[in-house]
């Protein structure tokens, strides 16, 4: 297999070349794959009916390189930011796929002349959801969970038969009010599942470019346009960014054995943590730890995912140390559709938290909750 490989200063002409001007790579299957970064993997499938077929990567701050392998042939650039680059497959030597790869501008409104800090009650519900009033489309009134592990709008089966005038047109052109702030032109994504008590959820990167802050304390969600003033109490985070979410890097510690990895920023998983099953075997993470209990869970598609609750001695969060955590490990893939471990809410509602997603960081600050006990705990 050959490597072509194009590093791209700068590239933003439109697709209208002459189709002997772009790179070629051939393909005799439909089946593709694009790598992001080091290793995370997106399956992409060839269609030479598509007019232009785009791969949007995940957000990226930096030049990002990114790998686009077929059966037969690869091809590797290096994006920056507000860039994309076309190029042609070229499938069992006949049908062009006219094939694009893009990078989103970096979102920013920290420049904007009037300074806004738009706060919003939410509710914390016993089942660990961040709960916020919300309004579609000027007339429907609903109560959405916050998801920092999700992206978009989505509204349950049962919310959009019973308390919107969707029907069965879900659109693009839905407008969502929270609070003060307005964003139009949305698509609702169907979901048969949301937490307890809520009739769908909302992701981070409707807030991109903002700072979000939590404050488990007085239960507000303030909303900043530029970074306030806080205390050195916080633990600070480095944002990775990864399949349209976001992780952060923590460590948990069986006696005196530390095992650091990524952790997906999911407020809306209920539970305390979720391991992968490949993390978990690449650093030989224990298997005899005392088993707390075996449940069923069901995912946002109403998926049964069976789960074993065990003990994890310490988790090293930031200046944070937690311990004996009752910890979830999976038995099947990760829902989360890569490697990842899984911070759930019910640790990360014992910090009051900002999202600084113009600079892209996580502070951790412990809060009146630190010290609640777990529901699972042995």
């Not at 790598?35 to 007019?51: C, Q, V």
């Not at 650039?77 to 860039?83: D, L, Q, S, V």
């Not at 471990?341 to 990360?348: A, D, K, R, S, Y």
């Amino acid at each position: 297999m050959k490597i072509l490989i194009l590093l791209l200063l700068f590239f933003n002409t439109s697709f209208s070349f002459a189709q002997n001007k772009l790179p070629i790579i051939k393909a005799n299957s439909k089946k593709a794959f694009i790598i992001e970064g080091e290793n995370d993997r997106f399956n992409w499938e060839l269609s030479p009916e598509t007019k232009l077929d785009i791969h949007t990567i995940t957000k990226s701050v930096k030049p990002k390189w990114i790998k686009f392998y077929t059966d037969i042939d690869s091809i590797k650039i290096k994006i920056k930011p507000n860039e994309h680059f076309d190029f042609i497959v070229l499938l069992n030597n006949k049908d062009s796929c006219y094939t694009r790869i893009e990078s989103l501008p970096v979102k920013n409104y920290s420049s904007q002349k009037r300074v806004t800090h738009d706060t919003i009650p939410f509710t914390l519900t016993e089942f660990n959801n961040v709960k916020i009033k919300a309004v579609l489309n000027k007339v429907d009134t609903l109560d959405l969970k916050f998801d920092s592990g999700t992206t978009g709008l989505l509204l349950t089966n049962d919310a959009i038969r019973n308390k919107t005038h969707l029907l069965n047109n879900t659109g693009t052109d839905n407008i969502l009010q929270i609070g003060n702030l307005t964003w139009g032109n949305l698509q609702v994504y169907p979901v048969e599942l949301s937490g307890q008590g809520t009739d769908g959820r909302f992701g981070w990167d409707l807030f991109d470019g903002k700072i979000v802050e939590i404050d488990y304390d007085k239960n507000i969600f303030i909303v900043h346009t530029k970074m306030p003033e806080i205390s050195k109490a916080y633990s600070k985070f480095d944002i990775e960014y990864t399949h349209t979410l976001f992780c952060i890097q923590a460590e948990l510690q069986i006696k005196n054995k530390k095992y650091k990895n990524r952790f997906l920023f999911d407020n809306g998983y209920q539970r305390t943590i979720m391991l992968d099953t490949l993390l978990m075997n690449e650093q030989d993470y224990p298997r005899d730890l005392v088993v707390i209990k075996k449940v069923v869970m069901k995912n946002g598609q109403g998926k049964e995912i069976p789960i074993i609750t065990v003990n994890n001695e310490r988790l090293n969060l930031g200046k944070q140390v937690l311990f004996n955590i009752p910890v979830q490990l999976l038995t099947t893939t990760n829902p989360a559709g890569f490697k990842t471990h899984i911070l759930g809410n019910e640790v990360l509602k014992r910090f009051n938290t900002i999202l600084d997603f113009q600079n892209n960081f996580v502070y951790l600050k412990p809060n009146s909750l630190i010290d609640l006990p777990y529901k699972d705990a042995k």
